[in-house]
């Protein structure tokens, strides 16, 4: 079956530009994760969904990020106003939901590389 | 705060010889904990993961890793590495509804 998939994979943008990357989870799968993985470091946690519902925005950086997912599939993560310490791979999960308080395995896109310069 | 910890940026092992990859996990009386793998240019692939019961988790490709609550420890290992196997190994642990901890990788490189 299909996997994760995201676009774009490639990702260059001017400082002060607003970017959208976009997600497709595994069909069915009720969670949704971003991670940011920044060149030589592990991916880290940005925020999660439960179908529409954002339960976790913990790990955006600043107030410039914003994801959605207002029909409990797709979701977009955008970036406002980019700037160079944005330059990263952004990183979408799909996962069924465990039982409550467990955890479930996360299933990763190929990522999108963005490069602002 | 948890943290994963992968102790060893970057690892060189000849075709054949015997790998072992260490994590440390600082949370968590029953940890979840997963072993993820990266190509370049790829996204996580999972190799294999423990949430409970035998301690001694097989995955795909050959990987097992061995849990030891004793000393927070989820090392990886393989007993015969293949020239396929070079890539970044990853191991995280779940938290509180899906919250992954990553550690920063281990880098694999392989000797012909």
């Known amino acids: 079956g299909a996997g994760v998939s995201q676009s774009p994979r490639y990702k260059v943008a001017k400082r002060g530009q607003d970017v959208a990357l976009r997600c497709d989870p595994i069909?069915?799968?009720?969670?949704l994760f971003w991670y940011q993985q920044a060149l030589g470091q592990g991916p880290e946690f940005l925020t999660y969904?439960?179908?529409?519902?954002?339960?976790?925005k913990s790990g955006l950086p600043s107030d410039r990020f914003f994801a959605e997912r207002p029909e409990g599939s797709v979701s977009t993560l955008k970036i406002q106003r980019t700037q160079q310490e944005d330059s990263a791979v952004y990183l979408c999960?799909?996962?069924?939901?465990?039982?409550?308080?467990?955890?479930?395995?996360?299933?990763f896109g190929p990522g999108t590389r963005l490069t602002v310069l | 705060a948890q943290s994963v910890t992968q102790p060893d940026i970057h690892i060189t092992v000849s075709e054949g010889a015997s790998l072992e990859l260490r994590c440390n996990y600082s949370y968590g009386a029953t940890p979840y904990l997963f072993w993820y793998v990266q190509s370049p240019g790829q996204g996580l692939q999972l190799l294999l993961k423990y949430f409970s019961g035998d301690t001694l988790v097989q995955g795909i490709k050959g990987f097992e890793a061995e849990f030891k609550r004793s000393q927070s420890s989820f090392n990886l290992r393989k007993p015969s590495v293949h020239w396929s196997d070079a890539a970044e190994y990853f191991c995280a642990e779940g938290y509180n509804f899906n919250k992954f901890y990553f550690g920063s990788g281990t880098k694999l490189n392989v000797k012909p």
């Open positions: 999960a799909s996962s069924l939901p465990g039982t409550s308080g467990n955890t479930d395995t996360q299933y």
């Open positions: 969904f439960q179908n529409e519902a954002q339960l976790d």
């Open positions: 069909s069915g799968h009720v969670s």
